[in-house]
């Protein structure tokens, strides 16, 4: 009896060691695995009021992530999610300050204002010319004569390079008063003049302007963006910001009721706001590679490189929900802000300035945006149903 008492015992232990390693494995496959390909809307709708007065204005974090030299311990760990998230100390919104979102005097770009940024690019004449490096789309770096440079990106061959798209994106920003995309605006340039101005290190190079630029009448026409002088990178311990071990981990701090440890939380309000912006533009390039670059000490997330968004699907791309489905937790003044966002507003700013093009978007791309915009919505209020305010509108 003793014998046959001791053999069920040990199969008893037997079973509960192996469900517990069952377990385990389902977390870490979990961790790893895309969301499966339903849209990320939750059925629960909870509309809260809309917000009194005028939007809040803030200055810029500054808030540093760690830097290439400054490594955390790779290995490291997030502690086990607690049932809530206690931290509820007030940060500084990575926002600039902006007095009203439709007006351009206001807008402003890692502490200055945008238009001071833009005039010597509207007027410089063009003295050198190079090309940048990375991805298959043709990117140049443009000097003036007064001293001013820029990124270029003309129409081209490599039609998921949009320029006109960049500048919509800069304007959506705006209007959501984020001001992380650099300023942009377009420009013609003659294909003689840019052929000549191709740095003498890269003269090889210089048949990619006319086999890759679209040229009409000897005219290109493109978008320049402000050149950012330093860029640098995010870095979670050694991984970078966008890279799978890094997803991973920010990825569970943004969820509900994770603790996001304090000298993370400007970092991940910043990884909110672009998730939020990109599913808005559907933007489907950010987290393909070398998309999610940094201010040189690492501490500000800039969203650049936005020519591959506006798509005229309603409800967005497969990508962007996989992206937004990993946060949970959002800035409540950018919330009630694209809450009180009017299709009137994005008309009118998109319908400024647009030369040398016909249109930045078109009735389709707009409409598509603004039916994305209720759908983020939509996902945002059933978090709220489900977990409350104060567990889902977590940064200021």
Same mark, same amino acid.
């Given at each position: 009896?003793?014998?046959?008492?001791?053999?069920?015992?040990?199969?008893?232990?037997?079973?509960?060691?192996?469900?517990?390693?069952?377990? !385990?494995?389902?977390?870490?496959?979990?961790?790893? #695995?895309?969301?499966?390909?339903?849209?990320?809307?939750?059925?629960?709708?909870?509309?809260?009021?809309?917000?009194?007065?005028?939007?809040?204005?803030?200055?810029?974090?500054?808030?540093?992530?760690?830097?290439?030299?400054?490594?955390?311990?790779?290995?490291?760990?997030?502690?086990? /999610?607690?049932?809530?998230?206690?931290?509820?100390?007030?940060? *500084?919104?990575?926002?600039?300050?902006?007095?009203?979102?439709? %007006?351009?005097?206001?807008?402003? $770009?890692?502490? @200055?204002?945008?238009?001071?940024?833009?005039?010597?690019?509207?007027?410089?004449?063009?003295?050198?010319?190079? $090309? &940048?490096?990375?991805?298959?789309?043709?990117?140049?770096?443009? %000097?003036? =004569? &007064? !001293?001013?440079?820029?990124?270029?990106?003309?129409?081209?061959?490599?039609?998921?390079?949009?320029?006109? *798209?960049?500048?919509?994106?800069?304007?959506?920003?705006?209007?959501?008063?984020?001001?992380?995309?650099?300023?942009?605006? !377009? #420009?013609?340039?003659?294909?003689?003049?840019?052929?000549?101005?191709?740095?003498?290190? @890269?003269?090889?190079?210089?048949?990619?302007?006319?086999?890759?630029?679209?040229?009409?009448?000897?005219?290109?026409?493109?978008?320049?963006?402000?050149?950012?002088?330093?860029? !640098? =990178?995010?870095?979670?311990? #050694?991984?970078?910001?966008?890279?799978? =071990?890094?997803?991973?981990?920010?990825?569970?701090?943004?969820?509900?009721?994770?603790?996001?440890?304090?000298?993370?939380?400007?970092?991940?309000?910043?990884?909110?706001?672009?998730?939020? $912006?990109?599913?808005?533009?559907?933007?489907?390039?950010?987290?393909?590679? &070398?998309?999610?670059?940094?201010?040189?000490?690492?501490?500000?997330?800039?969203?650049?490189?936005?020519?591959?968004? $506006?798509?005229?699907?309603?409800?967005?791309?497969?990508?962007?929900?996989?992206?937004?489905?990993?946060? @949970?937790?959002?800035?409540?003044?950018?919330?009630?802000?694209?809450?009180?966002?009017?299709?009137? /507003?994005?008309?009118?700013?998109?319908? #400024?300035?647009?030369?040398?093009?016909?249109?930045?978007?078109?009735?389709? @791309?707009?409409?598509?945006?603004?039916?994305?915009? %209720?759908?983020?919505?939509?996902?945002?209020?059933?978090?709220?149903?489900?977990?409350?305010?104060?567990?889902?509108?977590?940064?200021?």
């Amino acid at each position: 009896m003793r014998l046959g008492t001791c053999i069920a015992l040990e199969i008893v232990t037997g079973l509960v060691a192996l469900g517990a390693a069952s377990v !385990g494995t389902a977390w870490a496959v979990e961790e790893l #695995r895309e969301p499966p390909g339903r849209p990320v809307v939750s059925r629960a709708v909870v509309t809260p009021p809309a917000p009194a007065g005028p939007p809040r204005t803030a200055a810029p974090s500054t808030a540093i992530a760690a830097a290439p030299g400054r490594h955390e311990d790779a290995t490291a760990r997030p502690a086990p /999610e607690p049932v809530r998230d206690p931290v509820r100390d007030p940060v *500084r919104d990575p926002a600039p300050a902006v007095a009203t979102y439709t %007006d351009p005097a206001t807008w402003a $770009f890692a502490g @200055q204002l945008d238009e001071p940024l833009l005039a010597p690019l509207r007027t410089g004449k063009l003295t050198r010319v190079k $090309f &940048n490096r990375g991805g298959t789309s043709l990117s140049l770096r443009l %000097d003036f =004569d &007064n !001293g001013a440079r820029a990124a270029f990106k003309p129409e081209q061959t490599h039609l998921h390079s949009n320029p006109r *798209r960049e500048i919509a994106a800069y304007r959506v920003d705006r209007l959501l008063g984020i001001g992380r995309v650099p300023p942009a605006i !377009g #420009r013609t340039f003659e294909l003689a003049e840019m052929v000549a101005a191709v740095d003498k290190s @890269q003269k090889p190079s210089t048949r990619r302007l006319h086999d890759e630029m679209i040229a009409r009448a000897g005219v290109t026409k493109g978008e320049l963006s402000w050149w950012i002088p330093v860029l !640098g =990178d995010m870095y979670i311990g #050694r991984s970078r910001v966008d890279s799978t =071990d890094a997803i991973v981990t920010w990825r569970r701090w943004l969820k509900v009721g994770a603790v996001i440890p304090e000298e993370r939380r400007a970092l991940c309000e910043q990884l909110s706001a672009m998730a939020l $912006f990109d599913f808005l533009i559907d933007n489907t390039d950010r987290w393909s590679g &070398n998309n999610a670059r940094a201010s040189e000490d690492g501490g500000t997330l800039y969203f650049m490189d936005n020519t591959l968004a $506006f798509s005229r699907s309603k409800r967005g791309h497969h990508k962007s929900h996989i992206y937004l489905s990993r946060v @949970q937790k959002f800035s409540r003044r950018l919330v009630e802000r694209l809450r009180s966002l009017t299709e009137a /507003e994005v008309r009118e700013v998109m319908a #400024r300035d647009v030369e040398p093009f016909d249109r930045l978007l078109d009735d389709a @791309q707009i409409k598509a945006m603004m039916s994305r915009r %209720d759908v983020l919505l939509e996902y945002v209020d059933g978090l709220v149903a489900e977990h409350g305010a104060d567990r889902v509108l977590v940064f200021p």
